[in-house]
């Protein structure tokens, strides 16, 4: 395992070292990346195809990002983003204490599905102690709990030749006049099949607190920590993102950061 770590982490440094320098330096300077014809967002693009490439290409597509011990959670998990919803329909699920939540399963399988969290729970469970790396430079070391998003979606019966899996999320992380926008995520087959891919409903020890996503949060361990899609409320198995949002595959990514944020 530790192999593969230095292996996959060399790689990335090969690959897309002046990115992360840049990426890890701040998010004043991703200003303005949402404009496409930004001179620093076709250099980003490059970066981080070929990062996609190293990794896909040179690794064991089951390598396994580091897992630590109990001792090495020396504090807290420190949230980002979005830390205490006010969205209504989120806000009755919260005061009900997630009895009456249902996560949807649509899109390009065969069986759609309706999961309460005890059905999840229910489901067999990965528990695995890893590293959040953020965008931002900081970095955390907690346990999490839950269920293979590979398990959930071979229940659902993926058909041939899907591409992506798309995260809606109950969160509003931006608010305007016109509406407001909620949070997506999206990450390929690949990396949804991956064995510590796991949608987490617990953290050291406990259920999964509403700072940190409760009731249900991605956790894909080999990719930056905004991949990580929380309050999750419905999953979509699609061909093609291009249709979301502003059709970059998530929200950040919407606004400049790279696709495949791997580490």
Same mark, same amino acid.
């Not at 229940?155 to 109950?170: D, E, N, S, T």
């Given at each position: 395992?530790?192999?593969?770590?230095?292996?996959?982490?060399?790689?990335? %440094?090969?690959?897309?070292?002046?990115?992360?320098?840049?990426?890890?330096?701040?998010?004043?300077?991703?200003?303005?990346?949402?404009?496409?014809? /930004?001179?620093?967002?076709?250099?980003?693009?490059?970066?981080?195809?070929?990062?996609?490439?190293?990794?896909? *290409?040179?690794?064991?597509?089951?390598?396994?990002? #580091?897992?630590?011990?109990?001792?090495?959670?020396?504090?807290? #998990?420190?949230?980002?983003?979005?830390?205490?919803?006010?969205?209504?329909?989120?806000?009755? /699920?919260?005061?009900?204490?997630?009895?009456?939540? %249902?996560?949807?399963?649509?899109?390009?399988?065969?069986?759609?599905?309706?999961?309460?969290? %005890?059905?999840?729970?229910?489901?067999?469970?990965?528990?695995?102690?890893?590293? /959040?790396?953020?965008?931002?430079?900081?970095?955390?070391?907690?346990?999490?709990?839950?269920?293979?998003?590979?398990?959930?979606?071979?229940?659902?019966?993926?058909?041939?030749?899907?591409?992506?899996?798309?995260? /809606?999320?109950?969160?509003?992380? &931006?608010?305007?006049?016109? *509406?407001?926008?909620?949070?997506? &995520?999206?990450?390929?087959?690949?990396?949804?099949?991956?064995?510590?891919?796991?949608?987490?409903?617990?953290?050291?020890?406990?259920?999964?607190?509403?700072?940190?996503?409760?009731?249900?949060?991605?956790?894909?361990?080999? #990719?930056?920590?905004?991949?990580?899609?929380?309050?999750? %409320?419905?999953? &979509?198995?699609?061909?093609?993102?291009?249709?979301?949002?502003?059709?970059?595959?998530?929200?950040? &990514?919407?606004?400049?950061?790279?696709?495949?944020?791997?580490?």
């Amino acid at each position: 395992m530790a192999g593969a770590l230095i292996t996959r982490r060399r790689a990335l %440094r090969l690959t897309g070292s002046g990115l992360g320098a840049i990426a890890f330096g701040g998010c004043n300077i991703l200003d303005g990346l949402s404009d496409l014809d /930004h001179p620093l967002r076709a250099y980003m693009e490059r970066a981080n195809a070929l990062t996609m490439a190293a990794q896909r *290409g040179l690794l064991d597509r089951d390598a396994l990002a #580091q897992e630590f011990q109990p001792a090495d959670i020396r504090q807290p #998990q420190r949230p980002n983003g979005v830390t205490n919803p006010q969205d209504a329909d989120y806000l009755k /699920h919260l005061n009900a204490e997630f009895e009456t939540y %249902r996560l949807e399963v649509s899109g390009r399988v065969a069986r759609p599905l309706s999961l309460s969290l %005890r059905a999840l729970s229910a489901m067999p469970a990965r528990s695995q102690i890893t590293r /959040h790396d953020c965008v931002e430079g900081w970095s955390c070391i907690a346990q999490w709990t839950g269920v293979p998003l590979a398990t959930v979606l071979e229940r659902a019966g993926v058909l041939p030749g899907v591409k992506y899996v798309l995260f /809606h999320c109950f969160d509003t992380i &931006e608010r305007s006049l016109s *509406g407001g926008v909620k949070y997506y &995520e999206t990450i390929d087959l690949v990396d949804a099949m991956h064995p510590q891919t796991i949608l987490a409903y617990g953290m050291n020890g406990s259920a999964l607190p509403v700072p940190n996503g409760a009731p249900l949060r991605l956790r894909v361990e080999r #990719q930056l920590g905004y991949k990580m899609a929380k309050y999750i %409320r419905a999953i &979509e198995v699609v061909d093609s993102f291009e249709t979301f949002g502003r059709g970059r595959g998530g929200y950040w &990514e919407d606004r400049g950061y790279e696709w495949y944020a791997g580490i």
